[in-house]
Every structure is written in structure tokens, then in C-alpha cells.
């Protein structure tokens, strides 16, 4: 699976937009971005995934570039709650389970 | 809620002691894993079962021993296990096929003494 690059920490002001970089130069054509989260001493959370295009739901939007070189999580209104560690994993589609490789992902801190 | 059910929430043992943590989930998924989270490291995935069948197996000692009896539920078996072994075990399910999100529990915090 290919490596994930993400910036250790970040801020952000409640109410604003928080957006999450994260690099993956080396992903295959037949490989997913997933985005999880984990808030403090909580299991990770699903948050989205997607392949090429633009994806959207309840939580967040997924922005991946057109050579799928790196994308960004959006979270359009962020508040105190999403307080929490965000990890960008690359995956295959494969017969068997998923293998998610976790990294250090970025630590939020949405502030008031 | 996730779905995914683990327990105990918090274990703690000797090293001498055998202990099983379990985890239980009825989202229809029929593929299970075990993580561990040791202090201030990323999730380190231990084991995966897709259909009942052991898949993956990341180089755990064998004092970590899992089982899968069948879809809806997961077992690690503990024993002889050393202080470094405390750390966040976290189980997680999904569909079989890849491409898919994983469901992961609330962990179980271990201690060895």
C-alpha cells in the first residue's frame, strides 16, 4: 500500500472550515484514500473514502486531486468535537478484508 | 455505537496470568482484526480473519493468540504476556470485500503488572 505524508498538528477556530492536507505520491491506480479519526482513547472512526472522484456525506468532503497525488478532508463547520487525531490511509481493494495501515496522522485541536 | 462491542473495557493481569478479550459485532461483516495501540504509536494491525479464515498475521509472539468461531465474533487469548504488552487492543469488522469502510470498537485498555 502506498505511504501517507500528513502535518503532525494543526488548529483550527470553531465554526471555521478545517482542511486536512495529505500526500501519497506513490498510490496505484486501483488504490483507495481513506480518511479515519480518533478521538482521545476512543477507537479510530470512519469518516470517507473514495477513489478518483469528489466525495461527499454528514460528516466531511473529500477533495482528491486529478493525478491522485494527495487530497484534502474538509470539514466544513468544525466544532470542539471533532477534536481529535486524523488519519489518511491508502489501501487496495482486496479479496480478503481490508489492511489498514495506520500512520501518525494529524492532531486537531479545534479551539473556541 | 458502532456495532462493534468489545470487552473488557479495562483488563488488568499478571504476567502470569491467561486472560481472552473479546469482540462481538451483528453488522453482518465477515471480516474481523485486531489492532494494537501501544502509548504515543500508531495502530499496529496484529491479525485479520475474512470468512472465518486467519489472512494476516503481522509477526505477533505467540503469547497473543486469536480465534474466530465464526462471523460475529473474535477472540485474542492472552498469556505469559510481558508489561510492554499493556497498551489499547481494538477490534474492528468489515465486509469481506475491499473497498470498504471498517467498523471499529471502543478497545479494551491493558495493563500487565
Known amino acids: 500500500d502506498a505511504k501517507t505524508t500528513q502535518p503532525p498538528s494543526m488548529d483550527c477556530a470553531e465554526g471555521r472550515a478545517a482542511n486536512l492536507p495529505c500526500n501519497h505520491s506513490?498510490?496505484?491506480?486501483?488504490?483507495?484514500v481513506y480518511w479515519y479519526r480518533q478521538i482521545h482513547s476512543q477507537g479510530p472512526q470512519y469518516i470517507i473514502h473514495?477513489?478518483?472522484n469528489n466525495e461527499t456525506n454528514e460528516m466531511a468532503s473529500l477533495i482528491i486531486t486529478e493525478d491522485r497525488k494527495s487530497s484534502t478532508l474538509i470539514l466544513p463547520h468544525a466544532t470542539l468535537r471533532d477534536t481529535a487525531v486524523y488519519y489518511c490511509i491508502v489501501t487496495g481493494r482486496r479479496a480478503a478484508g481490508n489492511k489498514l495501515t495506520f500512520g501518525g496522522g494529524t492532531r486537531v485541536l479545534v479551539k473556541p | 455505537e458502532t456495532g462493534v462491542t468489545q470487552t473488557p473495557r479495562h483488563l488488568v493481569m499478571g504476567m502470569t496470568n491467561k486472560k481472552s478479550l473479546k469482540c462481538e459485532q451483528h453488522l453482518g461483516h465477515n471480516a474481523m482484526y485486531w489492532y494494537k495501540q501501544s502509548a504515543k504509536k500508531p495502530l499496529e494491525l496484529m491479525f485479520v480473519?475474512?470468512?472465518?479464515?486467519?489472512?494476516e498475521n503481522n509477526s505477533v509472539p505467540s503469547r497473543f493468540s486469536p480465534e474466530c468461531p465464526n462471523s460475529s465474533h473474535l477472540f485474542l487469548h492472552l498469556h505469559t504476556l510481558q508489561p510492554e504488552d499493556s497498551a489499547l487492543y481494538l477490534c474492528a469488522s468489515s465486509p469481506a470485500k475491499g473497498g470498504t469502510e471498517a467498523f471499529f470498537g471502543q478497545g479494551t485498555r491493558l495493563t500487565v503488572v
Open positions: 480473519y475474512s470468512l472465518e479464515e486467519r489472512v
Open positions: 473514495g477513489l478518483k
Open positions: 506513490t498510490i496505484s491506480g486501483n488504490e483507495y
